[in-house]
T-cell receptor, first 114, second 110 residues
Framework: SQTIHQWPATLVQPVGSPLSLECTVE??????LYWYRQAAGRGLQLLFY??????ISSEVPQNLSASRPQDRQFILSSKKLLLSDSGFYLC?????????????FGDGTRLSIL | DAKTTQPNSMESNEEEPVHLPCNHS???????IHWYRQLPSQGPEYVIH???SNVNNRMASLAIAEDRKSSTLILHRATLRDAAVYYC???????????FGKGTLLTVNP
């Protein structure tokens, strides 16, 4: 069966510091991968998605970037965090090749910026 | 994207059926109806999805109105573990994005 792992579960970072959140998927090949953010009191917002290694699409211009160095690895990064980057970050995957298939989410990283 | 309207909250008793409504009067012919739920401090969990016909799986049933302007998620026997925020989402067949609204907070009483 397929599993998705995200770490860390919680993170406290100072303003201006860099960020790297990692997500890996097991049990499937060439999955579609997604990064979402849920700000306090708001719905989930899609940040990036990827249909293959090195292929990244950005949904919202912002202070963050994403990379996919390996087939089942998706990384969310920032060079300098802002207060507005606080939130609950979720990675998700869906089966390859079929856009409308369900997305399966990890347990998320709760990021607090001080 | 077409919008969905859900009640802010609903309450149910354990072991009773729960009917969670969703209105989507501006739905287009290519919009699939997806339902996800989210427990506190966890990522959303896929529940069910459909296009035109009613759907059943091990978690729930999805009843879609004939004109597709509304749908109902049915939990046949609510348990305490079903207490969560339930999201009704319209998603075009060609779109990777899931757009989450505020959903319905379901409380299950023992």
């Amino acid at each position: 069966s397929q599993t998705i792992h995200q770490w860390p579960a919680t993170l406290v970072q100072p303003v201006g510091s860099p960020l790297s959140l990692e997500c890996t998927v097991e049990g499937t090949s060439n999955p579609n991968l997604y990064w979402y953010r849920q700000a306090a009191g708001r719905g989930l917002q899609l940040l990036f998605y990827s249909v293959g290694i090195g292929q990244i699409s950005s949904e919202v211009p912002q202070n963050l970037s994403a990379s996919r160095p390996q087939d089942r690895q998706f990384i969310l990064s920032s060079k300098k965090l802002l207060l507005s980057d606080s939130g609950f970050y979720l990675c998700a995957w869906s089966p390859p090749g079929q856009i409308n298939q369900p997305q399966h989410f990890g347990d998320g990283t709760r990021l607090s910026i001080l | 994207d077409a919008k969905t309207t859900q009640p802010n909250s609903m309450e149910s008793n354990e072991e009773e059926p729960v009917h969670l409504p969703c209105n989507h009067s501006t739905i287009s012919g290519t919009d699939y109806i997806h339902w996800y739920r989210q427990l506190p401090s966890q990522g959303p969990e896929y529940v069910i999805h459909g296009l035109t016909s009613n759907v059943n799986n091990r978690m729930a049933s999805l009843a879609i109105a004939e004109d597709r302007k509304s749908s109902t998620l049915i939990l046949h026997r609510a348990t305490l573990r079903d207490a969560a925020v339930y999201y009704c989402i319209l998603r075009k067949g060609s779109n990777y994005k899931l757009t989450f609204g505020k959903g319905t907070l379901l409380t299950v009483n023992p």
